[in-house]
């Protein structure tokens, strides 16, 4: 592990083991899984409407079908996407533990965010594409901070603020490829981040 090669700090148990993170995911997961049980439901009221209400009542019938197909199409999609995105957060966070690294916050020439994980010396050792939240990403005094990362560093990551007060995440992009416009070696790690990469993230956690 990268992090481990770096000297920063990995944590004893999975992400899905830091207080909070589980239940909340869980969670996440089973209001996308009710959207798409009320999509479900809501086909099911188009289907009834068309066979017995509009042979009585053609208008009505119009009325709650077309009402009820709408909420199935757009509670349908909403769960779908919801499901697509809270799953594969879980998986990683049952898999994988969280690992402490220095981040810088970067913006590539189309606008996309990036999360460069640095190096002790200040190189960017892996960059991650992530829409990382307005909160987070205007909270971070210039772009420079620490942040949690469980999962394999080359593909599916979930991204944490310190205590996983916020998770989202992040996907992993292939080695060589341009972090940043204008690109150039970052200055090395302020003592105090690497301090707490290495020394101080999870240690209420661990007591």
């Known amino acids: 592990m990268l992090a481990d090669e770096y ?5 004893g148990g999975t992400a899905a083991a830091y207080p909070g ?5 869980r969670r996440e997961k089973t209001a996308a899984r009710n959207v798409l049980l009320f999509a479900v439901v809501m086909v099911a009221v188009t289907v009834a409407a068309v066979k017995w209400v509009v042979p009585v009542s053609l208008n ?4 709650v079908a077309g009402l009820a197909g709408t909420l199935a199409v757009f509670s349908g999609l909403g769960g779908a996407v919801g499901l697509a995105v809270t799953a594969p957060k879980l998986t990683v966070a049952l898999s994988h533990p969280f690992q402490a690294w220095p981040c810088q916050l970067e913006e590539t020439k189309d606008h996309q965010r990036l999360i460069l994980l640095l190096a002790p ?3 960017v050792a892996r960059a991650l594409d992530s829409a990382v939240p307005d909160t987070v990403w205007h909270g971070t005094p210039d772009g420079r901070g620490m942040l949690w990362i469980a999962g394999d560093l080359r593909s599916a990551c979930l991204v944490a603020t310190p205590d996983a007060k916020e ?6 992009r292939p080695y060589g490829a341009s972090p940043v416009a204008g690109e ?3 200055r090395a790690v302020e003592d105090a981040l690497l301090r707490t990469a290495t020394q101080q993230a999870f ?3 661990m007591q």
Do not use: C, F, I, T
Not at 7 to 11: D, E, K, L, N
């Open 7 to 11: 000297g920063y700090q990995v944590s």
């Open 21 to 25: 993170v589980y239940e909340r995911l």
């Open 60 to 63: 009505a019938g119009v009325v």
């Open 121 to 123: 010396d200040g190189s």
């Open 167 to 172: 998770l989202w995440r992040a996907k992993g």
């Open 184 to 186: 150039g070696r970052l």
């Open 203 to 205: 240690s209420a956690w």
